[in-house]
């Protein structure tokens, strides 16, 4: 099985929307974080991300006897020579099989100019944290804490 990227559009932004939901339904369930948490918020969210000129939506696809199945997406936001992975998403049947993993690899090749890599994730999820320590994040030592039981770690690269 092959991972590919296809970058969104405008008209793609209720797909993306209900792709991003399913993907951080367990998350919000588990955090109750509806202030931050992506799984909370709402469809004029995604188009605004859509019509910002430094934003990038790609579908993660998955290739499988000649169809592609759309079973996430991330956003990358280009600022030039830093790029900050903003959000992946992999819907839940499709997570645990390194497909993140390969959609971040194939990202990161399509901004040959980028000099540095950030994102976040939740510090308290470690096989996130584990993810991306083995992509080569390195945390820079900045801990934003959201509530008990839930900080938000800084990566880059």
Request: aromatic residues 12%; glycine residues 6%; proline residues 3%.
């Amino acid at each position: 099985m092959l991972i590919t990227l296809e970058k969104a559009g405008l008209n793609d932004a209720a797909e993306l929307y209900r792709l991003q939901i399913k993907s951080f339904c367990a998350l919000l369930r588990r955090y109750q974080d509806y202030s931050s948490s992506p799984g909370a918020e709402k469809p004029e969210r995604t188009i605004q991300r859509l019509m910002d000129p430094s934003t990038d939506y790609y579908f993660i696809s998955l290739q499988e006897d000649r169809q592609a199945t759309h079973i996430g997406a991330l956003r990358i936001c280009n600022l030039g020579e830093l790029c900050k992975l903003k959000q992946i998403f992999i819907l839940p049947d499709y997570q645990g099989n390194g497909y993140a993993q390969m959609a971040i690899a194939a990202a990161e090749a399509l901004y040959p100019f980028c000099k540095r890599w950030e994102l976040d994730t939740i510090l308290q999820k470690a096989k996130l944290c584990y993810l991306y320590e083995k992509l080569g994040y390195r945390k820079t030592g900045k801990v934003e804490h959201v509530k008990d039981g839930m900080d938000i770690v800084f990566y880059a690269k």
